[in-house]
């Protein structure tokens, strides 16, 4: 059974930091692109940052670039998202999937003073 778990959100004040991480188990997760998204109140699903699975290849949204960092340990099956400068924008679920894919229950973000 595909499984992802994502954990390390919480609330935390503007301008801090929060690193997410996704527990991977079910499946070959070094031969799988993963992509982190997000879900904010009021919004569509948004994603944040997608890395390749064998060159570690990466990308972030413009909402993302300069402040989130994604990184893998295919010795782990572990994905991660390194979040800093952090904005009450970035308040949301953040989801680990499969790019194109399945995707965990998410760890909620809270960006609040």
């Not at 609330?11 to 992509?35: H, I, K, W």
């Not at 909402?63 to 308040?91: C, E, V």
């Amino acid at each position: 059974e595909v499984q992802l778990v994502e954990s390390g959100g919480g609330l935390v004040q503007p301008g801090g930091s929060l690193r997410l991480s996704c527990a991977a188990s079910g499946f070959t997760f070094r031969s799988y692109s993963m992509t982190w998204v997000r879900l904010a109140p009021g919004k569509d699903f948004e994603w944040v940052s997608p890395i390749n699975s064998d060159v570690y290849r990466t990308s972030y949204a413009d909402s993302a670039k300069g402040r989130f960092i994604i990184s893998r340990d295919n010795a782990k099956n572990t994905l991660y998202l390194q979040m800093n400068s952090l904005k009450p924008d970035d308040t949301a679920v953040y989801y680990c999937s499969q790019t194109g894919g399945l995707r965990g229950r998410g760890t909620q973000v809270t960006v609040s003073s």
